[in-house]
């Protein structure tokens, strides 16, 4: 139960490292408006590195590294949230796509 536990901790710590990173993106890419922007970003990037260091100890690496691709699919949403980036059908098909993917990881990594 305890390595259950573990696994599911890793991988709720890997998706917060995934968000992190990927708004740390978002504040390098608005950087040119105020340079207090960068500086959040690197925070935000900083955070999201030591989210996924951490995420690592607590599950096997080949299902904890794997469901940081779901950093795509949160730079999508944001940039078309936060910057009206057009998404296309094929983006959102990749998007079911990984969101598969990683709910299949996740799910083969619980198991064992």
């Given at each position: 139960m305890e390595?259950?536990?573990n696994m599911t901790?890793?991988?709720?710590?890997?998706?917060?490292?995934?968000v992190c990173t990927?708004?740390?993106?978002?504040?390098w890419k608005i950087?040119?408006?105020?340079?207090?922007?960068?500086?959040?970003?690197?925070?935000?990037?900083g955070i999201g590195a030591l989210l996924m260091i951490v995420?690592?100890?607590f599950g096997q690496l080949s299902v904890i590294q794997p469901l940081m691709c779901?950093?795509?699919?949160?730079a999508l949403i944001i940039g078309?949230?936060?910057?009206g980036e057009v998404v296309s059908p094929m983006e959102l098909i990749g998007i079911v796509i990984i969101i598969a993917g990683v709910i299949s990881?996740?799910?083969?990594g619980k198991n064992e």
């Open positions: 390595k259950k536990n901790l890793g991988i709720t710590l890997i998706i917060l490292s995934a990927s708004f740390g993106q978002l504040f950087s040119s408006i105020n340079i207090l922007y960068l500086l959040i970003g690197f925070f935000l990037y995420a690592l100890k779901v950093s795509y699919v949160f078309y949230i936060f910057l990881i996740a799910r083969g």
